[in-house]
């Protein structure tokens, strides 16, 4: 039975919030979006305000709905689907925008089709009835305090109260008790949470754990956690394994970690492999499992590219969403890769796809596996003035913290090779580059004699040499090093990359189930390639160096695609390039370039023989009338960059932008950065640039530069605190070129 929203959108609420089921909550979506659809082609739906109240919730990020379900984050979409909810009459979706900076605006206040208070009034009465979703939003109401703002609350507020003249009499002599009235609106808040969780909402014991923690109550909010456990809400499955570890309960500990690492915890994962990685005497009855902990790591790693690939926060933690959680499992799994911990051999291109994980790029440790990559082409573009700027890092922070440990030899090896080629001083330097290589000996050294590792295995690694061997090509000759005669530059048999090209160049992507993501590898050969195939949907074949071009056709193809159809008979070839613009004549401009594929559906021996014909001998097809071509993107794409102080980056070059720039403003608020500013690459184009700084409090200061033409400048400011906001205006100013409800910001400069 309903209370509040229809039979129809209460069933599809259900599944995305009565349970933690990732492909229950999927169809729930799934059944909301077909809706939504029908409501755009004009279709007449009963209570469709409330169905794209919803999926504002859905699509607002992990922290309104439970992170393990991985929806998409999208704020653009958030944002618009919070509106049309308001316009299509939506009381509950009123109260959310209330909790949302920045989303009434002025003209949204205006299309108000209901006041607040009556907003307030109709959820108020579901909530009565019995509908969870409309206790929760109730519980908000008073649990962030827009009580305030709206009469009929406070009106519950105030129930048994004294009269106004009472009231008003005696706050002439007596201060006003704000702890007692806190205390009362908290009461309330939890009052509502209870119904709501009791009622199946299960996210609602998220908040009413904060309600206990701030009353610095820590019987009730480990009481709290332990109903969410048995509610099934895997956040809370962490907190209370974390409980049972702090009371040396550490068997039950691990079946609360485990039972949440099932649902995709990310925290939970990483307890759990710690647990079975490094045995201790307070847990000695659990046994080392090195193989199940890797697992655990691995798979919480796969979890991050998932999520980010999803555009989601990167980890979840006690409260929020923690970035330096994931940061945490990327560089556990680069490591472990490096070092042969999980004994395969070393896959450079599936490790230089880790590094490519916004996720680490606050971490100081990743530079010398950056620079390792970079110098020696490992999986990577060759880009020695890059590998250079990362030898560089790597050596400030060794500096400053005296050793990476396990990646010392890593950047050593980097710097030798760099000054050995003459990339640092212009010129070959001998003498430098021996130095450099005999301290990675000494590490490699150190490393491969070393008994107590993090792994708690009680064994030493075993790490590649590759610092003796390019020391085999040098002498000492009157007092400087130079190079044993037949001998012109270093070499190892370490770490090797396939000798030629494709295999050298190109990465197979592998795809787990039927998702768009897996792991990068040049570890492959044709029954690698033909065994993928068999199992899943589809391979991609992914070209970071010597791109090959099609005259006239389709030029620097980065990709090869094959995709099963549906009756898994035939199959679909991309591939994927750019293009100029042909219809440009000016030769004196430079001409549009687009991304573009071209693709053919074929016979399943067919697109086997075109793959293992670029395997084979690198070549490409012949592209004919017979096949399609598609435009990737409808316009060119601008170049912004993100600069973070005195940073810089040219966000087109990443896949995780959006990602970024959300970690941008997370750094200023918390303050780490004093400014950050999203811009066009160029100052003379013509576009939208945001320049942000913390003020006093939580705000952040928003300086908008709208940039008609060289002679037209206009300049907006407000404040605000809410991150999704500030993120919101500027995305959806990169990709349309649009600017926001300008309505409450001051013009502060006309020129």
């Known amino acids: 039975m309903s209370f509040y929203f229809t039979d129809q959108i209460q069933q599809s609420f259900n599944k995305i919030f009565h349970q933690c089921n990732k492909d229950i909550a999927w169809d729930g979506k799934a059944e909301l979006d077909a809706l939504v659809k029908a409501d755009e082609e004009g279709q007449k739906i009963p209570g469709i305000g409330d169905a794209y109240a919803i999926l504002t919730r859905v699509y607002s990020g992990p922290q309104f709905t439970w992170i393990e379900a991985g929806f998409p984050e999208d704020d653009t979409k958030a944002y618009s689907y919070l509106h049309t909810a308001i316009r299509k009459g939506s009381a509950i979706a009123i109260l959310q925008a209330m909790r949302t900076s920045g989303a009434l605006t002025p003209t949204i206040e205006k299309e108000l089709p209901m006041t607040k208070d009556q907003a307030f009034q109709r959820v108020y009465e579901g909530a009565q009835k019995g509908c969870s979703y409309c206790a929760y939003a109730i519980a908000n109401v008073f649990q962030w305090e827009d009580y305030r703002l709206l009469p009929s609350a406070q009106k519950i507020v105030n129930e048994g109260e004294p009269s106004g003249v009472v009231h008003f009499l005696k706050s002439l002599f007596v201060q006003a008790d704000h702890h007692k009235l806190d205390a009362k609106i908290t009461s309330i808040a939890q009052q509502w949470l209870y119904k709501s969780a009791a009622a199946g909402l299960v996210i609602a014991y998220r908040n009413l754990r904060i309600t206990y923690a701030e009353q610095n109550n820590k019987a009730m909010e480990e009481q709290v956690i332990f109903e969410g456990a048995e509610a099934g809400l895997p956040l809370m499955m962490y907190l209370a394994g974390d409980i049972c570890k702090s009371r040396g309960e550490h068997e039950r500990a691990l079946e609360y970690f485990e039972r949440g690492a099932a649902m995709n915890n990310g925290l939970c994962l990483r307890e759990a492999a710690e647990y079975y990685a490094k045995p201790s005497e307070s847990h000695r009855r659990i046994p080392q499992d090195i193989q199940k902990a890797l697992n655990y790591i691995c798979y919480q790693l796969l979890l991050i590219i998932m999520r980010r690939r999803e555009h989601e926060r990167a980890a979840i933690s006690p409260d929020h969403l923690d970035f330096n959680d994931h940061a945490y499992a990327t560089m556990q799994a680069i490591i472990l890769r ?120 009680g064994e030493p690694l075993v790490i590649p040499d590759e610092a003796s061997e390019r020391l085999e090509a040098f002498e000492l000759v009157d007092g400087h090093y130079q190079y044993k005669k037949g001998v012109t530059q270093s070499s190892t048999t370490c770490n090797p990359m396939p000798p030629t090209w494709p295999q050298n160049s190109v990465d197979v992507l592998e795809i787990f189930e039927e998702s768009t993501t897996g792991w990068r590898t040049n570890k492959y050969d044709w029954n690698f390639i033909q065994r993928e195939w068999d199992t899943q949907k589809y391979l991609s074949f992914i070209i970071y160096d010597n791109r090959q071009s099609i005259e006239n056709v389709i030029y620097d193809v980065y990709s090869i695609v094959m995709f099963h159809n549906e009756d898994k008979n035939a199959c679909t070839i991309y591939l994927y390039g750019y293009i100029e613009d042909p219809t440009e004549l000016d030769e004196t401009l430079d001409p549009t370039v687009y991304e573009i594929r071209y693709f053919k559906e074929m016979s399943i021996p067919e697109g086997l023989g075109l793959i293992k ?20 993107n409808t316009t060119p794409p601008r170049e912004y960059v993100l600069t973070c102080d005195n940073d810089i980056f040219y966000l087109n070059q990443y896949e995780f932008s959006n990602q970024m720039i959300k970690d941008a403003l997370e750094g200023v608020a918390n303050g780490k950065y004093d400014m950050i500013s999203v811009r066009p690459s160029s100052i003379d184009d013509q576009c939208i640039s945001y320049y942000i700084e913390r003020k006093k409090g939580k705000n952040l200061r928003i300086q908008l530069y709208a940039t008609v033409d060289e002679d037209n400048e206009y300049v907006f400011e407000r404040e605000s605190c809410n991150l999704t906001s500030i993120n919101y205006w500027i995305q959806e100013s990169i990709t349309s070129n649009k600017l926001p409800d300008l309505s409450d910001w001051d013009e502060i400069k006309n020129k």
């Open 338 to 457: 490096t070092l042969n911990i999980d004994g395969q051999s070393q896959d450079w291109s599936r490790i230089a796809h880790l590094l490519q994980q916004p996720a680490i790029y606050t971490l100081d440790t990743i530079w010398p596996y950056l620079a390792y990559v970079f110098t020696f082409k490992k999986g990577n573009t060759p880009a020695i003035k890059t590998a250079v700027e990362c030898v560089n890092q790597a050596s400030k922070c060794y500096d400053r913290y005296g050793s990476y440990d396990y990646a010392d030899h890593l950047w050593q090896l980097a710097a030798g090779y760099c000054y050995e080629t003459g990339a640092i001083t212009k010129k070959p330097d001998l003498d430098q580059a021996v130095t450099f290589y005999e301290h990675a000996r000494e590490s490699i050294k150190r490393l491969n004699t070393k008994t107590d590792n993090c792994f708690g295995t």
């Open 613 to 632: 014909d670029f395997y084979d001998n690198a070549t490409l097809p012949v592209i004919d009338e017979s096949w399609e071509k598609q435009y990737k």
